[in-house]
């Protein structure tokens, strides 16, 4: 009888150990999620840094075009060639890393390049990612949700067209045949410079959508974890 009662008190212990390492095991995972995790602001790890880098390095060999058609005296001509690719890679970098400022170091990490060729696009890109990021701060608290992602890719791009027109129209000095040219490029007639716009907005929201859902196939498909 006394040997009856000890077999069952043993396996009763062996059932508790093995209860209490599931539940340990189980609650750090689900901390981990950006879902079941309350926390806004999060540490960024190596391997958050080397992604954004990776979407960063996509953004600038795609965008290679920029001196061709940045010379082409249009508004927003730059921003609708660019605007599918720089807001596609974005998405797919703030889908995979969800913590507020992914967006601006994926901005930093394009203006080390940008700073040699332009730096006003430097400080604008800059300014604008900061924007983007405090909307989608004070509209989502934060990258949980798709639509932020969504949000942020689409307004990120299109908001340099009005401080590029603020600083050509009021700060750039017009001389020679580049200050002509420069001139064209502000002075078009304003349905011009609000066709160019819209039509850069609708081309940044095509290039966001894409990024979804191109990260949620990745993310299927097992190549891209949460």
Same mark, same amino acid.
């Given at each position: 009888?006394?040997?009856?009662?000890?077999? $069952? #008190?043993?396996?009763?212990?062996?059932?508790?150990?093995?209860?209490?390492?599931?539940?340990?095991?189980?609650?750090?995972?689900?901390?981990?999620?950006?879902?079941?995790?309350?926390?806004?602001?999060?540490? &960024?790890?190596?391997?958050?840094?080397?992604?954004?880098?990776?979407?960063?390095?996509?953004?600038?060999?795609?965008?290679?075009?920029?001196?061709?058609?940045?010379? !082409?005296?249009?508004?927003?001509?730059?921003?609708?060639?660019?605007?599918?690719?720089?807001?596609?890679?974005?998405? !797919?970098?703030?889908?995979?890393?969800?913590?507020?400022?992914?967006?601006?170091?994926?901005?930093?990490?394009?203006?080390?390049?940008? /700073?040699?060729?332009?730096? !006003?696009?430097?400080?604008?890109?800059?300014?604008?990612?900061?924007?983007?990021?405090?909307?989608?701060?004070?509209?989502?608290?934060? &990258?949980?949700?798709?639509?932020?992602?969504?949000?942020?890719? #689409?307004?990120?791009?299109?908001?340099?067209?009005?401080?590029? &027109?603020?600083?050509?129209?009021?700060?750039?000095?017009?001389?020679?045949?580049?200050?002509?040219? /420069?001139?064209?490029? $502000?002075?078009?007639?304003?349905?011009?410079?609000?066709?160019?716009?819209?039509?850069?907005?609708?081309?940044?929201?095509?290039?966001?959508?894409?990024?979804?859902?191109?990260?949620?196939?990745?993310?299927?498909?097992? /190549?891209?974890?949460?």
């Amino acid at each position: 009888m006394e040997e009856k009662n000890n077999a $069952v #008190t043993e396996r009763n212990a062996a059932q508790e150990l093995i209860e209490n390492a599931a539940v340990d095991t189980a609650e750090p995972a689900r901390a981990d999620t950006p879902e079941n995790d309350g926390k806004i602001f999060r540490r &960024y790890k190596i391997k958050d840094i080397v992604f954004l880098a990776i979407m960063s390095a996509c953004m600038l060999v795609t965008g290679a075009i920029m001196p061709l058609v940045g010379q !082409i005296p249009l508004f927003g001509i730059i921003q609708l060639c660019l605007g599918l690719q720089f807001s596609i890679f974005p998405v !797919i970098g703030m889908m995979k890393v969800r913590k507020p400022g992914a967006l601006v170091f994926m901005s930093l990490c394009c203006g080390v390049v940008l /700073v040699f060729m332009n730096p !006003i696009m430097f400080v604008c890109s800059l300014l604008c990612a900061l924007i983007a990021e405090g909307l989608v701060l004070a509209l989502f608290r934060g &990258y949980r949700k798709n639509g932020a992602c969504l949000f942020a890719g #689409t307004v990120y791009f299109p908001l340099t067209l009005p401080f590029l &027109y603020v600083y050509y129209r009021f700060l750039y000095s017009w001389t020679g045949e580049e200050g002509q040219a /420069v001139n064209a490029f $502000v002075g078009a007639e304003p349905g011009v410079a609000i066709g160019m716009s819209a039509a850069v907005l609708a081309v940044c929201f095509v290039g966001a959508l894409l990024g979804v859902v191109i990260s949620r196939e990745l993310r299927k498909s097992g /190549v891209m974890k949460k």
